[in-house]
């Protein structure tokens, strides 16, 4: 069954570094979303992304963040100079059209120390 | 933005209980989800369910678009049903703060 798979599962980082967390989406999506969950709160929507671009973000989506579609299968978010208030889940998902079903990848795990 | 109500927020049960998880929408949405996080913290698909009733094994889901809610039913609880359960919607995929479910042993 096609999945959506992210990498790391865990990553640790000092404050003030990059992080680039990765995501297959499912081979034949379009439409690429990434979500933040700290710890023992809801899942929350950072951004959406279709046909190359940002289709909307949220107000925790700043300039600290940055998302890319650099080659056919991978969709990557970026985090620049972290925070310890970024320590969380990160999730990625994916749908085949807008307001469809959705898959989550199994998240990433980002500590910042 | 649209807002997405889960309660109870938190519910604990014996193994063998039935249980009623509800989901309110401040707004149409026509790609409602339920999910499951499981101790691992990965979200897993149960529904997808816009309207309609769907029933999986001891889990089934109604949605009533035109009220703008949807149920999730949990018949003879195991304790491996405990966790999170989830449901979200809207072209965003906005969740709401989600049942704690406990099943006692």
């Known amino acids: 069954e096609p999945e959506v798979t992210q990498t790391p599962s865990h990553q640790v980082t000092q404050m003030g570094q990059e992080v680039i967390l990765r995501c297959v989406p499912i081979s034949n999506h379009l439409y690429f979303y990434w979500y933040r969950q700290i710890l023992g709160q809801k899942v929350e929507f950072l951004v959406s992304?279709?046909?190359?671009?940002?289709?909307?973000k949220s107000e925790i989506f700043d300039d600290q963040f940055s998302v890319e579609r650099p080659d056919g299968s991978n969709f990557t978010l970026k985090i620049r100079s972290t925070k310890l208030e970024d320590s969380a889940m990160y999730f990625c998902?994916?749908?085949?059209?807008?307001?469809?079903?959705?898959?989550f990848g199994q998240g990433t795990r980002l500590t910042v120390v | 933005g649209i807002q997405v109500e889960q309660s109870p927020p938190d519910l604990i049960l014996q193994e063998g209980a039935n249980s009623t998880l509800r989901c309110n929408f401040s707004d149409s949405v026509n790609n409602l989800q339920w999910f499951h996080q499981n101790p691992w913290g990965q979200l897993i698909n149960l529904f997808y369910?816009?309207?309609g009733t769907k029933q999986n094994g001891r889990l089934s889901a109604t949605t009533v678009a035109t009220e703008r809610y949807s149920l999730l039913y949990i018949s003879s609880s195991q304790t491996t049903d405990s966790g999170v359960y989830f449901c979200?919607?809207?072209?965003?995929?906005?969740f709401g703060k989600g049942t704690r479910l406990h099943i006692l042993p």
């Open positions: 369910i816009p309207s």
């Open positions: 992304f279709y046909n190359n671009e940002i289709s909307e």
């Open positions: 979200a919607g809207d072209d965003k995929i906005i």
């Open positions: 998902a994916s749908t085949g059209r807008t307001n469809t079903e959705a898959f």
